[in-house]
Protein backbone atom coordinates (compact mmCIF):
# COMPACT_ATOMS: atom_id res chain seq x y z
CA UNK A 1 0.00 0.00 0.00
CA UNK A 2 1.39 3.31 -0.75
CA UNK A 3 1.31 6.54 1.27
CA UNK A 4 3.01 9.21 -0.18
CA UNK A 5 4.61 11.62 2.00
CA UNK A 6 4.45 14.77 0.44
CA UNK A 7 0.46 14.68 0.97
CA UNK A 8 -1.54 15.20 3.54
CA UNK A 9 -4.39 12.49 4.67
CA UNK A 10 -7.95 13.18 6.00
CA UNK A 11 -9.66 10.52 8.20
CA UNK A 12 -12.18 9.76 5.49
CA UNK A 13 -10.07 9.02 3.38
CA UNK A 14 -9.42 12.21 1.19
CA UNK A 15 -5.63 13.31 0.47
CA UNK A 16 -4.54 16.84 -0.55
CA UNK A 17 -1.11 18.03 -2.37
CA UNK A 18 -0.22 21.29 -0.85
CA UNK A 19 1.79 23.62 -2.93
CA UNK A 20 1.56 26.77 -1.27
CA UNK A 21 -1.91 28.36 -1.55
CA UNK A 22 -2.93 26.20 -3.80
CA UNK A 23 -3.68 21.97 -3.79
CA UNK A 24 -5.02 19.23 -5.16
CA UNK A 25 -7.55 16.37 -3.54
CA UNK A 26 -7.80 12.77 -4.53
CA UNK A 27 -8.68 9.87 -2.29
CA UNK A 28 -6.23 7.53 -0.99
CA UNK A 29 -4.69 4.29 -2.50
CA UNK A 30 -6.83 2.13 0.70
CA UNK A 31 -9.60 3.70 -0.21
CA UNK A 32 -10.00 2.67 -3.39
CA UNK A 33 -8.80 -0.62 -2.59
CA UNK A 34 -11.98 -1.02 -0.13
CA UNK A 35 -14.20 0.69 -3.20
CA UNK A 36 -13.17 -1.83 -5.63
CA UNK A 37 -13.49 -1.18 -9.28
CA UNK A 38 -13.95 2.74 -9.51
CA UNK A 39 -17.25 2.93 -12.22
CA UNK A 40 -18.49 6.54 -11.84
CA UNK A 41 -17.24 9.95 -10.21
CA UNK A 42 -19.40 13.00 -9.76
CA UNK A 43 -18.01 16.13 -8.79
CA UNK A 44 -21.11 18.28 -7.09
CA UNK A 45 -19.33 21.01 -6.44
CA UNK A 46 -18.22 23.67 -9.43
CA UNK A 47 -15.47 25.79 -10.08
CA UNK A 48 -15.33 28.77 -8.18
CA UNK A 49 -17.18 27.13 -4.87
CA UNK A 50 -16.17 27.72 -1.47
CA UNK A 51 -16.31 24.48 0.18
CA UNK A 52 -16.02 24.03 4.31
CA UNK A 53 -13.66 21.11 5.48
CA UNK A 54 -15.51 18.09 6.20
CA UNK A 55 -18.10 19.15 3.57
CA UNK A 56 -19.80 16.99 0.45
CA UNK A 57 -18.17 17.73 -2.73
CA UNK A 58 -19.25 14.88 -4.94
CA UNK A 59 -19.49 10.89 -4.80
CA UNK A 60 -17.37 8.22 -6.02
CA UNK A 61 -19.55 4.99 -7.38
CA UNK A 62 -17.79 1.22 -7.02
CA UNK A 63 -19.32 -1.86 -8.39
CA UNK A 64 -20.68 -2.55 -5.09
CA UNK A 65 -21.69 0.94 -3.24
CA UNK A 66 -21.59 4.44 -3.41
CA UNK A 67 -19.58 6.72 -0.56
CA UNK A 68 -18.99 10.78 0.03
CA UNK A 69 -16.16 12.84 -1.67
CA UNK A 70 -15.41 15.01 1.72
CA UNK A 71 -13.31 17.96 1.66
CA UNK A 72 -10.31 17.69 4.11
CA UNK A 73 -9.70 21.67 4.33
CA UNK A 74 -11.63 24.87 3.17
CA UNK A 75 -10.86 25.99 0.06
CA UNK A 76 -12.34 27.43 -3.15
CA UNK A 77 -12.16 24.74 -6.43
CA UNK A 78 -10.30 25.99 -9.32
CA UNK A 79 -10.50 22.91 -11.22
CA UNK A 80 -12.18 19.45 -12.01
CA UNK A 81 -10.64 16.56 -13.10
CA UNK A 82 -13.35 15.35 -15.91
CA UNK A 83 -11.26 13.11 -17.59
CA UNK A 84 -12.41 11.08 -14.80
CA UNK A 85 -15.29 10.99 -15.43
CA UNK A 86 -14.84 9.27 -18.88
CA UNK A 87 -12.29 7.22 -17.14
CA UNK A 88 -12.98 6.42 -13.87
CA UNK A 89 -10.92 3.53 -13.52
CA UNK A 90 -8.25 6.28 -13.51
CA UNK A 91 -8.88 6.39 -9.33
CA UNK A 92 -7.68 2.80 -9.04
CA UNK A 93 -4.81 3.14 -11.20
CA UNK A 94 -3.22 6.33 -10.71
CA UNK A 95 -4.84 7.72 -7.11
CA UNK A 96 -2.20 9.93 -6.37
CA UNK A 97 -1.70 11.09 -10.06
CA UNK A 98 -4.36 11.19 -12.68
CA UNK A 99 -6.64 10.06 -10.46
CA UNK A 100 -7.48 13.33 -8.52
CA UNK A 101 -10.58 14.78 -8.29
CA UNK A 102 -10.27 19.09 -7.71
CA UNK A 103 -7.40 21.51 -7.34
CA UNK A 104 -8.00 23.47 -4.81
CA UNK A 105 -6.92 27.17 -3.35
CA UNK A 106 -6.45 27.01 -0.07
CA UNK A 107 -8.72 29.16 2.53
CA UNK A 108 -6.70 31.32 4.44
CA UNK A 109 -7.92 29.93 7.72
CA UNK A 110 -7.96 26.44 6.98
CA UNK A 111 -6.85 24.11 9.45
CA UNK A 112 -3.88 22.18 8.06
CA UNK A 113 -3.15 20.71 11.83
CA UNK A 114 -6.61 18.52 11.54
CA UNK A 115 -4.82 16.52 8.52
CA UNK A 116 -2.42 13.21 9.36
CA UNK A 117 0.64 13.10 7.32
CA UNK A 118 1.52 9.35 5.61
CA UNK A 119 2.65 8.07 8.84
CA UNK A 120 -0.19 8.74 11.55
CA UNK A 121 -2.88 7.81 7.90
CA UNK A 122 -1.43 4.57 7.48
CA UNK A 123 -1.16 3.47 11.07
CA UNK A 124 -4.86 4.64 11.15
CA UNK A 125 -6.03 2.06 8.73
CA UNK A 126 -3.62 -0.67 10.39
CA UNK A 127 -1.02 -0.34 7.43
Request: hydrophobic fraction near 45%; charge should be negative; charged fraction near 25%.
Amino acid sequence: MNFPTDLKYDKSHEWVRIDGTAGAVGITEYAQSELGDVVFVDITASVGDDVAAGEVFGTIEAVKTVADLYMPIACRITEINTAVNDAPETVNKDPYGNGWMVKIEIAPDADLTALMDAEAYAASVGK
